[in-house]
């Protein structure tokens, strides 16, 4: 009697955990329709007042034997999961997100053969700035001895005192073409404003968006309407799931070839300028299948730890690094500090060739 009174009551408690099952399914799936018709709206999902009046309601209906304590608590655990599933369905959405271990973009540059993406570790080099023809003749030309592709010809500099050195503009960028075709280069180049874009298409060969500019969105947009590579860097207050959405406004405008640059984000260290948080990069590559480089000049803001910050680059599997050679770094006239003698560039190159990396890490 008291054995078959149990099976009963344990079969009834089966019958209702399905039904609650089927319950909470169903329940997800308005809720997951509630979760379009915000996105649409550009509504974000929390809605901390509704969550409210959904709770005070329950509380109101409530007979017991639950405490009202224990049903909202039990209701809250069900409002979160579904705020999971709508933050995943949304991650699976974005564009830039890994879908599946391995999934990459390779960009491929107009000569057909020089790729970022791909098993090759790039380099990308070259001054802060373009000073003059010979400044950019002699690195363009020391950094083609060692294989070095892309040139930086920045003509455009976001410097944080208005007082200091912008660049040379559009004649800067007429030297940065002219030294990249003799050497077999290509350019990048900061982009400062959508304005500039149609006169800059014809001299740079990748457009670079900068710390400054990560998230501003209408360049951004313009840059995803064209097709040539786009460099995009993380600004140095941006988490890296910002850093994500930035580089989704080109993409889902149209243009799939963006590279991600790390250059770290504010700390309180002084020691280096910037705080490149290596566990962070590592994840990056990870959570996205765009190629990611990192920048060794503006995250140490010094050149004296260049050669294990360029180790530590390779060894965890990123696509390529960024680093500024000038042939006078003391009298650059930006970022001077941090410049790389030529000689310690080929000290550089060396310290890479001997580091082998077996395996890209992601
Ligand atoms: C640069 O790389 O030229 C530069 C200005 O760096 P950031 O935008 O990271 O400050
Ligand atoms: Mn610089």
């Known amino acids: 009697m008291t054995e078959d009174r149990l099976q009963e009551l344990r079969g009834q408690v089966d019958e209702i955990n399905l039904k609650l099952l089927d319950l909470l ?28 009046q959904m709770l005070q309601a329950l509380e109101m209906a409530n007979q ?39 999934e990459r973009t390779i960009i491929t540059m107009p000569d057909g053969v020089t790729q970022i993406g791909n098993s090759a570790f790039q380099i990308i080099a070259g001054p802060c700035a373009i000073e003059s023809m010979e400044q950019m003749d002699e690195t363009a030309a020391a950094l083609a001895e060692r294989g070095v592709k892309f040139l930086r010809g920045m003509a455009y500099k976001p410097r944080t005192s208005p007082y200091e050195f912008q660049g040379l503009g559009e004649p800067g960028l007429k030297i940065a073409r002219q030294v990249a075709d003799k050497h077999g280069q290509f350019i990048v180049s900061e982009i400062m404003d959508k ?52 580089a989704e406004y080109i993409v889902s405008s149209g243009n799939p070839n963006v590279i991600l640059i790390e250059r770290g984000i504010r700390s309180f260290e002084k020691w280096t300028r910037a705080g490149l948080d290596i566990g962070a990069v590592a994840a990056l590559k990870l959570e996205t299948h765009l190629p990611v480089v990192i920048d060794i000049s503006h995250s140490a803001g010094r050149r004296d730890i260049a050669v294990p910050m360029a180790r530590a680059a390779k060894a965890v599997g990123v696509d390529g690094l960024m680093v500024e050679v000038h042939p006078n770094p003391p009298v650059a006239m930006s970022d001077s500090k941090q410049q790389l003698y030529i000689q310690q560039f080929h000290e550089m190159m060396d310290a890479l060739g001997e580091l082998t990396v077996v395996g890209s890490g992601d």
């Open 25 to 52: 399914n169903q329940r997800a799936k308005v809720v997951s329709e509630i979760g379009k018709v915000h996105a649409h709206l550009g509504n974000t999902f929390y809605d901390p007042v509704r969550e409210g």
């Open 64 to 102: 017991g034997p639950f405490s009202n304590e224990t049903i909202k608590a039990l209701f809250r655990e069900i409002f979160r999961a579904s705020m999971a599933l709508e933050e995943s369905q949304t991650k699976a959405k974005i564009k830039v997100q890994r879908k599946a271990p391995g």
């Open 195 to 246: 304005s500039q874009l149609q006169m800059m298409f014809d001299y740079v060969d990748v457009f670079w968006v900068g710390a400054r500019n990560m998230q501003n969105a209408y360049l951004l947009k313009a840059l995803g309407q064209q097709q040539k590579p786009v460099i995009l860097k993380h600004s140095f207050g941006a988490t890296m799931e910002e850093f994500l959405y930035a």
